[in-house]
């Protein structure tokens, strides 16, 4: 099954400049970056970490996503902190430290400042110079705050540094971004948060649920083509990283939910024939072949608190919307 991205030329694409035809710029990642991505478009199946679609324009254009009409897990999720906000204040408490993995503009948790009342904001973010911009808008707002961004790559280990306060960490994980990883990924990951949570911390994390696959497929691949740029512009920014000569005008977006593995993927499928080379290297393409670009795993309520229990925490909260698309779920550290 294929999303309709993989018929059309979206009209969104006309926000990202084409690429030349041979890399012009020299590599901007590190050395580790360059080689984690060459040898992912090297792979049998060709594939990228979901984490290079973050520049400072991918971040912007996830932005846009999240006001779409397709894309529900936003306003579900958003819906859900309105409705049981004060119940959710009165399972964590006021005065914590509040440590927002993968803060993206920092909105979501923002929301929840006035019931929250955190002691200190701890964003982290792999994209450094958005962060920073959401940052700097959010100490005029909260003054009283104490903030400290941290521009990290969650996807490995990770260790939160001095002046993150260690007691009453509450670590916050919306809109479903532990979807992105395999569920034994996801284990792997939460047990990291956990290692960084001590006796007296929790986990509020965003789920999304199973439903209905078209709804699926229409929130991975909007109209108006949105989501199609997003996954493109990822080209661009490997472009950045590596050196490469990928040009987005040779490739289209491709979305569709997978119910065996039960999850979304997003692939970028080449419309021709063609070679993308780098400093040292180069992949052959055939037409149709894909970039396999991001997962969504999508759960039940039990079958995550489940990786959450693999992981060292114990759910003792869940709350849904009344179609039961999205849930939020508060988890405690288990104890050693």
């Not at 059309?8 to 990642?29: K, N, S, T």
């Not at 993206?104 to 450094?128: E, T």
């Not at 078209?214 to 691949?221: F, G, H």
């Not at 979305?255 to 290297?281: D, K, Q, Y």
Request: proline content about 5%; aromatic content about 10%; overall charge negative.
């Amino acid at each position: 099954m294929t999303g309709t991205g993989a018929l059309r030329q979206p009209a969104a694409l006309r926000a990202l400049p084409a690429e030349p035809l041979a890399a012009a710029i020299a590599p901007q990642g590190d050395r580790a970056t360059i080689a984690e991505i060459q040898a992912g478009l090297l792979a049998p199946q060709a594939g990228t970490s979901p984490k290079y679609l973050y520049d400072s324009l991918g971040s912007r254009l996830f932005e846009a996503i999240c006001e779409l009409p397709e894309y529900y897990p936003t306003r579900t999720e958003a819906a859900i902190f309105a409705i049981h906000g004060e119940d959710i204040a009165r399972r964590i408490g006021t005065g914590s430290t509040l440590i927002d993995l993968g803060a993206g503009n920092c909105a979501k948790a923002a929301s929840l400042f006035p019931l929250l009342q955190p002691q200190q904001y701890v964003p982290i973010d792999i994209s450094r110079d958005f962060l920073n911009e959401a940052v700097g808008r959010l100490r005029q707002r909260f003054p009283a705050i104490a903030m400290t961004a941290l521009a990290l790559d969650l996807s490995g280990p990770f260790e939160l540094p001095a002046g993150v306060n260690t007691a009453r960490r509450q670590f916050f994980y919306p809109g479903s971004s532990i979807g992105n990883f395999a569920p034994h990924e996801a284990v792997a990951f939460l047990r990291r948060v956990r290692d960084n949570t001590y006796a007296d911390g929790g986990l509020l994390i965003g789920v999304d649920l199973v439903k209905d696959a078209a709804v699926l497929d229409a929130a991975y691949d909007d109209a108006i083509g949105v989501t199609a740029a997003f996954n493109l512009n990822m080209l661009r920014h490997l472009n950045h990283l590596t050196g490469s000569d990928f040009d987005v005008r040779q490739w289209q977006h491709v979305a569709f939910f997978n119910a065996a593995e039960s999850r979304i993927e997003m692939h970028l499928e080449a419309r021709t024939a063609l070679t993308v080379c780098w400093p040292g290297g180069e992949r052959r393409f055939a037409r149709g072949e894909r970039i396999h670009t991001e997962d969504s795993y999508k759960y039940t309520p039990e079958s995550f608190a489940a990786v959450l229990a693999q992981a060292g925490f114990t759910a003792d909260a869940v709350w849904t919307d009344d179609a039961g698309w999205f849930a939020v779920m508060h988890a405690r550290a288990a104890a050693d």
